[in-house]
């Protein structure tokens, strides 16, 4: 009698099983981040203490025009040139102004009227009264023509330096480096593209799925 009643169960029980869902197919689990590849290391950029950027283990010198133009951001690159504009116009204005003010003041200073002549030296009212105030005036003017155009150029090389071409200082840059960066390391992480085959394991059995890229 038990034989047939644990057959009865037994067959009970299939039957059970038979009408309940099948589980959910069991997916393949996520493949983890494959590592940077060796060229990451040749193309990744830095920015040192001094905001200069170099690319890559043979450290070569990137400017910040550059790094503007690999990011395609105009904005910078419009900004970056408006800089350099300013600052070569600066330049030139810094030189043509203390050229102009040497040659001037030293024009001046050369025309001043020789105390040692006979005309000066002949009366002495004349020397105390027309040529020493005259000699004076040209030295004098001369001197602070010569001063006034140096320091005129100085105020402009200095405006010229502050117009750096870099735009951004040393933090923004490293953001913007950091993220040049990143899309270089998922470029290159990125599969080719092509066919993929997936393997997927089911309670029926294991099958495969195609995945195209491109």
Same mark, same amino acid.
């Given at each position: ?16 099983? #038979? ?9 393949? +689990? ?23 950027? +170099? ?18 951001? #105009? ?23 203390? =050229? ?10 050369? +025309? ?30 001369? +001197? ?28 923004? =840059? ?41």
């Amino acid at each position: 009698m038990r034989p047939t009643l644990l057959l009865c169960g037994l067959l009970l029980g299939s039957a059970a099983r #038979a009408g309940e869902p099948s589980p959910p197919p069991v997916m393949p +689990t996520e493949v983890a981040e494959p590592a940077l590849p060796p060229e990451f290391l040749d193309q990744a950029l830095k920015v040192d203490v001094d905001n200069r950027i +170099t690319r890559g283990r043979a450290q070569a010198p990137l400017t910040h025009r550059e790094l503007f133009q690999k990011l395609g951001r #105009a904005d910078l690159l419009a900004k970056s040139d408006g800089m350099l504009t300013r600052r070569r116009w600066l330049i030139v204005g810094a030189v043509g102004l203390s =050229t102009a003010a040497i040659v001037a003041g030293s024009i001046l200073i050369a +025309t001043a009227p020789n105390l040692a002549t006979p005309a000066c030296e002949n009366s002495v009212q004349v020397y105390n009264e027309i040529c020493v105030p005259r000699a004076n005036q040209h030295n004098i003017s001369g +001197t602070a023509i010569i001063v006034g155009g140096v320091v005129g150029a100085l105020l402009m090389a200095g405006f010229a330096y502050g117009s750096d071409p870099a735009v951004l200082t040393r933090d923004e =840059t490293v953001s913007l480096v950091g993220t040049y960066n990143s899309q270089l390391a998922r470029q290159l992480r990125r599969p080719p593209a092509g066919l993929r085959l997936l393997p997927m394991v089911t309670p029926d059995g294991a099958s495969l799925t195609a995945s195209l890229r491109f």
